[in-house]
């Protein structure tokens, strides 16, 4: 029988189920040549993808007409999503703790705050059973409007706005906010959707919680935002909370290499100190460096000479290289460029040194240490006019004097900034969280495989050798294929970190109902809300705990509450 017979009956099984409607079936494609003259023999619909990919959409008793075309190389199904975060719910034992016989937990009377890419506020996941919004407010930083009191840029929108918006045959030009990147949506799908847009199938983890979503600003592009307008929306979120006397559960699925990775920086103190304000819990994805060789990590002895070798790929009109050393070494350095042309000698009391090699400029600034660390930076800025840093690898010559300590750092921009194409040689995947998940207080999250109960290559990692202390990630939690809110209506997968951090972000909402809300635990929120999520954390994997990839576990929402219960009927709460 030949291979395409054995496929066609594997796809025609499924003739009733999912994959068909009114009779048609949907079919991807990988084919040559011209396809709209097979629609028209067919019947077919065509929708070309690329000058390689389609989707065919043809009635079912036709499919093995399809298999005749030479144009046509190879026929797959689409999967099927509909399960995956159900799936993902289950791993993380979510849904024993909404069930009314147990605890009946779903979010009701604690904020969730998204600090992302904005929100679609018109997904009916995002609404009540009456259609009003369940936004409390959304602000627009990148929007031009009445910003919110004590701030000065951006378009503040109440409820009331958006549930005009709502009633409009036009919202958008009622509440003219727009998540263009859809990852926001997402975001709050998993933490806090109602599933309406899937009869319940597909709720969030806290269904019922109340939403305020800052959509951040972005410098230029849609996927990238500064420091200030996160710790802006922090703020923004805690005095929201604080005013109308509620938790507040915390998402931020941004991230960034440019830091010591040490939680010393401003922006992350201030976030660490922000978390002990009010009754809050913020949690943070771990970012998806693990396996993007973007960190160097070395060792120098006194007089040795080590060379680092990195590739830059892609044209990247700006990177940076970040360098963090014991200030009591002395070092100097050297950039050599594809072509073979030498910065020269770099030493250390050279605070700003400017150079241009083949076409890329550079800066290389030697900081020094201040009130808050003992570290030094060394800051290596490539920028061009022209169509890209000078492709081709690049090598940094580390040359030692006196050394005291010898460790050192190194930090490429993320994938997100640069993608895999620009990478260190000799990558360390150890210390490839970005920040500000590197910052104490909060809630660090990693991802992993859920279905295939293993961890993932690019979940970020923390240090070896911390201290118990120190470990991050705190934990982790389901970051592949997670089905959830699609900007512009329906659902779609997603996968990394940035899925991860919403379900402990989530649970925290329910912890806190229990808890706050409903007055079985008037602390319940900051670190006692970490120390229960880490201590009931699923250690069922082949890895040490706790670890630099793993952190105390996995997401257990259902052994954290049980473990409240019992601590709680002992006094524990309040020793």
Not at 95 to 120: K, N, Q
Not at 500 to 523: C, H, K, Q, Y
Request: proline residues 5%; hydrophobic residues 40%.
């Amino acid at each position: 029988m030949p291979p395409q017979t054995v496929r066609l009956e594997k796809l025609t099984r499924f003739e009733s189920n999912e994959f068909t409607e009114n009779g048609l079936l949907e079919v991807i494609v990988k084919y040559n040549g011209d396809l709209l003259s097979i629609g028209v023999l067919l019947g077919a619909d065509i929708e070309l993808l690329s000058p390689d990919y389609a989707i065919i959409t043809l009635p079912i008793d036709r499919l093995t007409e399809l298999y005749e075309f030479p144009q046509i190389e190879y026929i797959e199904l689409p999967k099927v999503l509909t399960f995956m975060l159900r799936n993902s719910l289950d791993s993380a034992c979510v849904p024993p703790v909404w069930r009314t016989d147990t605890f009946g937990l779903t979010g009701a009377g604690v904020i969730v705050g998204i600090i992302d890419s904005g929100i679609d506020y018109t997904h009916p996941d995002f609404r009540n059973p009456d259609g009003s919004t369940r936004i409390l407010y959304l602000w627009d930083q990148a929007s031009v409007g009445p910003p919110p009191a004590g701030f000065r840029s951006g378009a503040e929108y109440s409820s009331i706005q958006i549930d005009e918006a709502l009633a409009s045959p036009n919202p958008r030009a009622v509440v003219p906010s727009v998540d263009v990147a859809g990852h926001g949506t997402a975001v709050a799908g998993i933490a806090a959707g109602n599933g309406a847009a899937s009869n319940g199938v597909e709720a969030g983890v806290a269904p019922e919680a109340s939403l305020i979503v800052v959509k951040l600003g972005h410098t230029g592009n849609e996927s990238f935002t500064r420091t200030t307008e996160i710790m802006r929306a922090v703020k923004y979120l805690s005095d929201k909370a604080l005013s109308l006397n509620m938790p507040l559960s915390i998402n931020l699925s941004y991230g960034t290499n440019n830091g010591s990775h040490t939680g010393d920086s401003l922006f992350e103190r201030y976030i660490n100190s922000m978390c002990e304000r009010w009754k809050t819990v913020m949690s943070v994805a771990t970012g998806n460096e693990g396996g993007a060789s973007h960190h160097y990590h070395g060792k120098l002895s006194a007089n040795e000479t080590s060379t680092i070798e990195f590739a830059v790929t892609g044209l990247p009109r700006r990177l940076y290289m970040t360098l963090w050393k014991n200030f009591a070494d002395t070092v100097t350095y050297e950039l050599i460029s594809p072509s073979g042309r030498s910065t020269g000698i770099i030493h250390s009391l050279q605070s700003v040194t400017r150079a241009t090699l083949d076409g890329t400029e550079l800066s290389v600034i030697y900081a020094q240490p201040n009130h808050y660390t003992v570290q030094q930076e060394v800051y290596f800025l490539f920028s061009t006019l022209g169509t890209g840093v000078s492709p081709g690898v690049w090598r940094l010559i580390a040359r030692a004097g006196e050394i005291v300590d010898g460790e050192f750092n190194i930090w490429l921009p993320t994938v997100e900034d640069v993608t895999r194409n620009t990478a260190f040689l000799r990558a360390d995947v150890n210390l490839t969280l970005t920040l500000p998940s590197t910052v104490q207080n909060v809630i660090s999250v990693g991802g992993y495989n859920a279905p295939l109960r293993i961890a993932t290559v690019f979940s970020g990692r923390g240090a070896l050798g911390e201290n118990g202390l120190r470990i991050k990630p705190d934990l982790v939690a389901p970051s592949v294929s997670i089905l959830t809110t699609r900007a512009g209506g329906g659902y779609d997968s997603y996968t990394g970190t940035s899925m991860a951090s919403p379900f402990v972000t989530g649970a925290a909402a329910l912890m806190m109902e229990w808890g706050i809300v409903r007055g079985n635990d008037p602390f319940l929120y900051g670190q006692r809300v970490k120390a229960f999520l880490r201590k009931s954390a699923n250690r069922q994997f082949s890895a040490v705990f706790p670890s630099n990839q793993w952190g105390y576990g996995a997401l257990s929402v259902c052994e954290a509450m049980g473990d409240l219960v019992e601590y709680t009927r002992t006094g524990g709460a309040f020793s």
